[in-house]
């Protein structure tokens, strides 16, 4: 594993911001230190995951986003008690607070610690990539804590390239990327922006890592839960353009800064010579895929995204 932190981020947008856009930033770092990472950062890893799941229960519900998990899980689960649909957003919520938590503390969560915190299945799946020689490209989702499973790749495979969204706030973003390159991961490129050195490292034989579950306009369109949804089709393109095989992920919480990180058996990408047909029918397989990990712990996959557009939601009747 590479020590030294490659971070490939665009100078444009900081070049480019007013000097209160700047001044901002700043503000809004220098909150970041005061307000969460250093109280949580002082807390053990169990105590910050609990506070943390805690307080989102509380704050959660209180937000726009709230409602468009309730709007999400009524239309994954059309026959679900408006209870059932409540319980699960909850549960959500403290999923996700309990990752916030847990951020300032990834250095100690360490995949590979003997009896340690990180169960991990099918490692001979992750040791086939670093063993091949050839490059895969891994496909995961925002279950449990995501950031766990990136570490699980980046202290196995060298060089493994993981796509991520950059946040707006540059000073936040690098403070973040450096805790991620302290637990492993030493390649981060920004989606978009990275898509060059993705293609380089697949050429190159190395294996990219990109979360594939969430809504991308610019996508196609591919069922989801029965429900047409934006989907990125990147991946499946890159692993048929290359000729590698797709590799899923998936991560379970199994308690305060504890996991199972499964890594599954590959998709094999259609090749039959039509290629629109060949990735529709490989981004079918992926979000089949990423549907049975969401029905498998519906409480622990990120349903405060908007997957599907407004018009689903309308024609479902749960707008």
């Not at 492993?184 to 050429?203: C, F």
């Not at 990408?269 to 029905?295: C, H, S, W």
């Amino acid at each position: 594993m590479s020590n030294e932190q490659q971070y490939i981020r665009s100078k444009d947008v900081e070049n480019r911001a007013s000097f209160g856009q700047k001044l901002l930033w700043q503000i809004e770092s220098i909150a970041w230190d005061v307000i969460y990472w250093g109280p949580f950062k002082m807390m053990g890893v169990d105590r910050a995951s609990n506070f943390g799941g805690w307080f989102f229960k509380k704050l959660g519900p209180l937000t726009s986003t709230h409602k468009t998990a309730l709007k999400n899980l009524r239309m994954a689960f059309p026959d679900w008690s408006e209870e059932q649909v409540e319980a699960t957003a909850m549960e959500a919520w403290e999923c996700f607070g309990r990752t916030a938590g847990e951020l300032p503390h990834l250095p100690k969560i360490d995949p590979y610690e003997e009896n340690g915190r990180v169960e991990i299945v099918g490692l001979e799946n992750l040791d086939a990539i670093r063993d091949s020689e050839k490059g895969a490209v891994m496909v995961s989702g925002h279950f449990a804590n995501w950031e766990v499973m990136a570490a699980t790749i980046c202290n196995r495979v060298e060089d493994a390239y993981i796509t991520y969204r950059a946040l707006n706030n540059p000073h936040i973003d690098r403070k973040l990327n450096k805790v991620r390159h302290d637990y492993g991961t030493a390649v981060l490129t920004p989606k978009g922006i990275g898509t060059r050195e993705v293609m380089k490292a697949l050429k190159d034989n190395k294996a990219v890592g990109l979360m594939n579950d969430q809504k991308f306009n610019q996508g196609i369109s591919v069922p989801f839960f029965g429900i047409e949804a934006m989907t990125a089709p990147g991946p499946s393109r890159l692993a048929i353009k290359y000729d590698v095989p797709i590799v899923p992920f998936s991560t379970v919480r199994t308690g305060p800064g504890r996991f199972r990180v499964t890594v599954h058996d590959a998709i094999v990408p259609q090749k039959t010579g039509d290629l629109e047909a060949d990735i529709y029918a490989t981004v079918e397989q992926i979000n089949a895929f990423m549907e049975a990990r969401v029905r498998e712990t519906p409480g622990q996959w990120f349903w405060m995204h908007r997957r599907w557009p407004k018009e689903a939601w309308r024609d479902a009747g749960v707008a």
